[in-house]
Nanobody
């Protein structure tokens, strides 16, 4: 079984910064893609940023130049550094990862979510 544990998040004023972290654990052989999604009240969950095991990154347009995703393959962690936060960045942020277990089963798992609130 594979699980993700998130940390970070909180409340900041517009223009502030936050750092989210996510650690994977369990019977993991490899992790292909790790990413961060967010969901605002009344909205669908949307991709914020993702990173492959080769560290190829992808960002939604609204966060480009402000957010940076990174991962440590040895530690099985993914981070999201968020700078220049805006009120529209408010939402619950979820970590996601997919890959293969040690028994070669495919997994696609989600973290429990962490709240990010940007408000003056």
């Amino acid at each position: 079984q594979v699980s993700l544990v998130e940390s970070g998040g909180g409340s900041v004023q517009p223009g502030g910064s936050l750092r989210l972290s996510c650690a994977a654990s369990g019977s993991i052989f490899s992790i292909s893609l790790m990413g961060w999604y967010r969901q605002a009240p009344g909205n669908e969950r949307e991709l914020v940023a993702s990173i492959t095991n080769a560290r190829i990154t992808n960002y939604r347009d609204s966060v480009k130049g402000r957010f940076t995703i990174s991962r440590d393959n040895a530690k099985k962690t993914v981070n999201l550094q968020m700078n220049g936060l805006k009120p529209e960045d408010t939402g619950v942020y979820y970590c996601n990862a997919n890959g293969r277990t040690t028994t070669w089963r495919f997994f696609d798992v989600w973290g429990q979510g962490t709240q990010v609130t940007v408000s003056s």
